[in-house]
């Protein structure tokens, strides 16, 4: 067999740990922090495959928490509680086994917990959860909103980055569904009409805010619309709400707008999984009649309507939405009735 000059040179170099080709040495790696606005559970893991896995289902990602030793230090074991739905970490294994008797699944050593740098743990009876932080100012911000401070959980090699982008940093919005027409507040008065129907707007608002973690109804939005805005406003022709009222109550909720003036723009909106807030002719055929619906995702030129009437709810064609926008001038006073939402 022959091998070239230059080749034996390399492998002899490599043999000595002299070569210029070499497995890198990690003494730190990195944790990452998931959120789930829907339970409310910060999730920690070292696994990037994990971390991204449950970014594509919905939890948000809030950085690096930390750098954690690769070896050398106590494991952290991971535990889950199937009947809470809620996970715990902890180093130590008598409190291990213990939680396994009462029922909690025991799932992997989560990471390993060395250094100089202190990890908080605080505790929420009301939820059952539990929170991991190395920022001493967030855990006495939660201790003052009645956090139980648990002391020093763990121990970190070094700070992480809340600002990392390494998954992508965009809330992720959940789809729902509420209609305006439900017996719950139908017959609510808000200003000079009833939600049933004029409530399409405050609808349209409580899912994207709901879909952002939030709990709100549309009476709480209505009315909210109406102490801000002009929703329902007597003084003003015409019932329910316009695009000023619109922009300005998801303001107050703590939402940033994006205007969509262009078919291309509201599919790259959709594209990129935010919510989309538009003021339609109602049922595609009636001009004098506006309706606001909920756009979200995008597939082959079709989009999902959450219609709070829930008359065309479902896979509608974007073509067909875009070429029936709202026509009345109300609607349009704050631009097209066309916006993608963010939290701010």
């Not at 928490?65 to 180093?91: C, D, M, Q």
């Not at 009301?126 to 201790?143: D, I, K, M, R, V």
């Not at 594209?271 to 538009?278: A, E, L």
Request: aromatic share 12%; charged share 15%; net charge neutral.
């Amino acid at each position: 067999m022959k091998i070239k000059k230059e080749l034996l040179i390399l492998l002899f170099l490599i043999m000595i740990g002299v070569g210029t080709v070499h497995a890198q040495a990690y003494t730190s790696v990195p944790l990452y922090r998931m959120y789930n606005s829907n339970s409310g559970e910060h999730f920690y893991t070292e696994n990037l495959y994990e971390a991204t896995s449950l970014h594509s289902v919905g939890w948000n990602y809030e950085g690096i928490e930390s750098y954690e030793p690769v070896t050398g230090g106590a494991p952290v074991y991971r535990l889950y509680n199937p009947n809470a739905g809620v996970h715990f970490y902890t180093t130590n294994a008598y409190e291990k086994q213990s939680l396994v008797n009462r029922g909690w699944r025991y799932e992997l050593i989560a990471f390993v917990s060395g250094g100089n740098i202190p990890i908080y743990r605080a505790y929420n009876a009301h939820n059952s959860q539990h929170n991991y932080t190395t920022s001493a100012g967030e855990q006495n911000n939660l201790t003052r909103l009645g956090w139980s401070n648990e002391g020093i959980a763990f121990y970190a090699n070094a700070y992480g980055n809340p600002n990392d982008n390494t998954i992508s940093r965009q809330p992720v919005w959940h789809s729902n569904f509420l209609y305006q027409n439900d017996p719950r507040w139908a017959n609510v008065s808000v200003g000079d009409s009833t939600l049933g129907p004029e409530g399409c707007g405050p609808t349209s608002i409580a899912m994207i805010l709901n879909g952002y973690g939030a709990n709100y109804n549309p009476v709480q939005i209505a009315r909210t619309a109406n102490q801000i805005g002009n929703y329902n406003n007597p003084n003003i022709p015409g019932d329910g709400i316009d695009g000023q009222t619109v922009v300005k109550t998801l303001n107050y909720y703590g939402m940033q707008t994006t205007q969509i003036t262009t078919k291309e723009q509201l599919i790259n909106e959709l594209r990129s999984n935010k919510p989309v807030i538009y003021g339609m002719e109602w049922l595609y055929t009636y001009p004098r009649i506006s309706h606001f619906v909920i756009l979200s995702g995008y597939n082959n030129g079709y989009t999902t309507v959450h219609d709070p009437l829930n008359r065309i709810t479902g896979s509608n064609s974007v073509e067909r939405l875009w070429s029936h926008p709202s026509q009345l001038s109300d609607d349009w006073n704050a631009g097209r009735p066309a916006w993608s939402v963010l939290p701010k």
